[in-house]
């Protein structure tokens, strides 16, 4: 099935529906059980769930409308290339949405501060949509809104919501069972904090590592099972306030995806030198018993999950972290 | 089932037969297909097979008398305090040889560089088995001497041979099919190198990290497939002369085994950022077609693999390495 066609199950597009704008801001998420492994790469429908939370006002806002001859798209300002890939993935998802002879132009702004190691690709679509949505006045429910958010990029359709999210698997071949949802929970307390590396890596693209994984990796056949461990010891962790459970847990889920990357051919590795560091950092606090653990993504930044109360350690060992309040 | 009463199977001590002197030389071995895990402690029998080189001259070189009122250890000159691990590990050992009233003295000499990270382990167990058969002129043959210098240590049935050899898991429960052979093949032009770093890290005992994983992990359970598939591709590699599928056999199993560790909980990782910078230039190398891959043991060092017509492109990148011919 492709992208179009579920396009066309979920919106109809009128000329006469159309607004002079849609303007829309989606959070940046952080995956506390990674998004790893695509049953369905044209759908981006994901072989488990995941779980993740939300950056609050870290994320993308996107102002669109409808213009002559060509797509115009500006981020943080900057006019972008039309034939870089950035430009070229976002014409593609316009496409979906195209009336004949008409144009749009996306003016994105990241409140990510660059660097950051967060990816914006699920703030950008999350936010991207819900711009057409007003743009095109789409008549549509939260639900299939997270599902055309899915169709740009996977993890996209965790960002339609704050607070903590899950996106549940599903199990239809046209992935109309696989959306977000969020969850009913929050935690104040909660801190993120980005450990900022200085040294730049040229990076794989965590799409290719992905398919790497899932297709050369003989580890990865647990990790479906590893997931559903860990969604319910998260659930039950942000249920009842239990942090080293949900510490603990999105650890180990983030080092189980590395996991399955080291075993792959060829091996694929996201870490730098200061990221095993970092760990080792992590581990000796840990030992002094402060409650910090980590997560990381396909990327080498480490993220840090600990309380408010334990800002003033972490500062102290972490120099460089920029730390995130996800409930505000 | 006890290591006293596999001894007691295996071997007859008797008064009348004992030598002034007992002494043997034994390798050390690198595994190409790694030992991690065990299905009986006590005997050291492994869930897997395992494969590995022999490192020739570099190994242990041990002297063995009796004495009076106790036992009496050297390493490489210098007297080992009774009451440290290495003593009581070494003592309880050979109280399963013991005559009543008798003493060993066990003078070992470590051909291996230190600080080269190469586990000493098998090739001391395996050259103190040896040095006890012939000071105790024990009437066994090589399958049994391997079943005993396993009870010492796991990896050191294998450091009875030279060239490549395998370990097989079997079956029983005494372990009595548990035990090295050696291949026939030889490959004069294999290299193996040891990167050596300066920093040293508080190691996690690997006995430890091999406990943990295989109770906590759960990416173990894919583990034993791997090394069935990483075994044939190891002997068809051997047979065949084929550098390039042995090399990413090898690296591969390791990665593997490193990967299992990560999803221990807590997480095992014996990797310094170092270890991780040297993996990026192995995988550069490669990419400029230099034939070299690397294999790591439950420690931080690196050891490559190449051959001897890479020698120069090698020493070039890595100025630190400790170069070894294994077949001479």
Same mark, same amino acid.
């Given at each position: 099935?492709?992208?179009?066609?579920?396009?066309?199950?979920?919106?109809?597009?009128?000329?006469?529906?159309?607004?002079?704008?849609?303007?829309?801001?989606?959070?940046?998420?952080?995956?506390?059980?990674?998004?790893?492994?695509?049953?369905?790469?044209?759908?981006?429908?994901?072989?488990?769930?995941?779980?993740?939370?939300?950056?609050?006002?870290?994320?993308?806002?996107?102002?669109?409308?409808?213009?002559?001859?060509?797509?115009?798209?500006?981020?943080?300002?900057?006019?972008?290339?039309?034939?870089?890939?950035?430009?070229?993935?976002?014409?593609?998802?316009?496409?979906?949405?195209?009336?004949?002879?008409?144009?749009?132009?996306?003016?994105?702004?990241?409140?990510?501060?660059?660097?950051?190691?967060?990816?914006?690709?699920?703030?950008?679509?999350?936010?991207?949509?819900?711009?057409?949505?007003? %743009? %095109?006045?789409?008549?549509?429910?939260?639900?299939?809104?997270?599902?055309?958010?899915?169709?740009?990029?996977?993890?996209?359709?965790?960002?339609?919501?704050?607070?903590?999210?899950?996106?549940?698997?599903?199990?239809?071949?046209?992935?109309?069972?696989?959306?977000?949802?969020?969850?009913?929970?929050?935690?104040?307390?909660?801190?993120?904090?980005?450990?900022?590396?200085?040294?730049?890596?040229?990076?794989?693209?965590?799409?290719?590592?992905?398919?790497?994984?899932?297709?050369?990796?003989?580890?990865?056949?647990?990790?479906?099972?590893?997931?559903?461990?860990?969604?319910?010891?998260?659930?039950?962790?942000?249920?009842?306030?239990?942090?080293?459970?949900?510490?603990?847990?999105?650890?180990?889920?983030?080092?189980?995806?590395?996991?399955?990357?080291?075993?792959?051919?060829?091996?694929?590795?996201?870490?730098?030198?200061?990221?095993?560091?970092?760990?080792?950092?992590?581990?000796? %606090?840990?030992?002094?018993?402060?409650?910090?653990?980590?997560?990381?993504?396909?990327?080498?930044?480490?993220? %840090?999950?600990?309380?408010?109360?334990?800002?003033?350690?972490?500062?102290?060992?972490?120099?460089?972290?920029?730390?995130?309040?996800?409930?505000?």
């Amino acid at each position: 099935m492709t992208r179009a066609e579920i396009v066309k199950k979920l919106v109809h597009i009128e000329e006469r529906s159309i607004r002079p704008q849609g303007k829309a801001f989606a959070p940046a998420n952080i995956a506390l059980c990674k998004y790893w492994g695509k049953r369905d790469k044209e759908l981006n429908l994901p072989i488990t769930s995941s779980l993740s939370v939300s950056l609050g006002a870290l994320g993308t806002e996107t102002v669109l409308s409808l213009t002559e001859e060509q797509d115009i798209i500006t981020l943080n300002g900057q006019r972008v290339d039309g034939a870089g890939s950035f430009a070229r993935r976002l014409t593609e998802f316009l496409d979906l949405f195209r009336l004949p002879g008409r144009f749009f132009q996306v003016e994105t702004i990241n409140t990510i501060p660059t660097g950051a190691g967060l990816a914006s690709s699920a703030s950008g679509f999350a936010a991207l949509v819900c711009a057409l949505r007003e %743009l %095109l006045q789409l008549n549509i429910d939260s639900k299939s809104l997270s599902i055309l958010a899915r169709l740009g990029s996977g993890s996209a359709c965790r960002s339609l919501y704050n607070g903590f999210v899950e996106w549940r698997a599903g199990e239809l071949t046209d992935g109309m069972d696989s959306y977000a949802e969020p969850l009913p929970d929050s935690w104040p307390e909660m801190r993120l904090g980005v450990v900022m590396l200085t040294e730049k890596e040229k990076p794989h693209s965590s799409r290719d590592a992905m398919n790497r994984t899932t297709e050369t990796s003989l580890l990865y056949k647990q990790w479906p099972g590893k997931v559903e461990k860990d969604l319910l010891a998260l659930k039950t962790a942000i249920r009842e306030k239990d942090f080293a459970l949900l510490g603990k847990t999105a650890e180990s889920n983030a080092l189980a995806m590395h996991a399955t990357m080291l075993d792959a051919w060829p091996p694929v590795l996201y870490w730098l030198p200061e990221t095993i560091a970092i760990f080792k950092h992590v581990w000796e %606090l840990r030992e002094q018993n402060v409650e910090v653990y980590f997560t990381i993504d396909a990327g080498p930044n480490v993220k %840090l999950l600990f309380l408010q109360s334990e800002i003033k350690r972490i500062e102290k060992v972490f120099k460089n972290v920029y730390i995130i309040a996800p409930f505000g």
